[in-house]
């Protein structure tokens, strides 16, 4: 997935912010918690999924548990998985709706999602 095609997916979804930060990476965010990023070097996307995705998605060519990330259950998916660009997105905006699900009742209102 290119950059500019990461970004505007991500600017599609509710509420959902981006910020440029470590090393120039494109770091999406709601309610300033970080659910998916472009990672420019080696050129993946890191984003959180289910339980049962990370133990599915793992097992397939090109996708990782993301380094840092793994632990609260995120992968990493290059270009070389077999995904076609909609399931990336699908799975962008799944991880849009599960980190949203896990912000505070107050912050979900103020967000206009509650």
Do not use: C, N
């Amino acid at each position: 997935m290119t950059r500019p095609g990461f970004e505007a997916f991500i600017l599609t979804l509710p509420r959902a912010t981006l910020v440029r930060q470590w090393r120039d990476d494109s770091v999406a965010k709601i309610g300033g918690k970080i659910f998916a990023l472009l990672d420019r070097d080696p050129g993946e996307v890191w984003l959180k999924v289910s339980d049962m995705a990370y133990e599915l998605l793992t097992e397939l060519d090109g996708i990782r548990p993301a380094p840092y990330f793994a632990r609260a259950g995120w992968v990493a998916i290059s270009a070389a998985s077999p995904l076609r660009g909609d399931e990336v997105e699908a799975y962008i905006a799944e991880a849009h709706r599960l980190v949203a699900s896990k912000l505070s009742r107050k912050v979900r209102a103020e967000l206009g999602l509650a």
